[in-house]
């Protein structure tokens, strides 16, 4: 089961089959948890953190940001984690899910 750091909403089709899911990372230094978003490098200075999900999903599905995604299974475990934009090569194709969340 994944925990509450993954975006449950946008799922992103790697080429070799994988499906990744944006992840909020924890700031060392501010402790914040975020989802890390960039519009340039692969580092925390070229990065800005959103913790809203809604505008995360924003700014990676219409405003070319990159974002850190990963696989449900860890790196260690056989899955994968990067920095993937939507046009990235290595991304065949993304959705957009709606979450039916129950009320209670």
Known sequence: M???LYCRKLRLNHVEGDVLY???????????V??????GGNTKHDS???TDEDDMIRKVTTQGYKVRA????PP???GRTGLYSLTHRAIR???LLETKEKQI
């Open 2 to 4: 994944m925990s509450d």
């Open 22 to 32: 944006p992840m909020r990372v924890k700031d060392r230094e501010t402790e914040e």
């Open 34 to 39: 975020a989802f890390r978003v960039s519009k």
């Open 48 to 50: 800005i953190p959103i």
């Open 70 to 73: 990963r696989t449900e299974a």
């Open 76 to 78: 260690g475990r056989g």
């Open 93 to 95: 194709s993304w959705q």
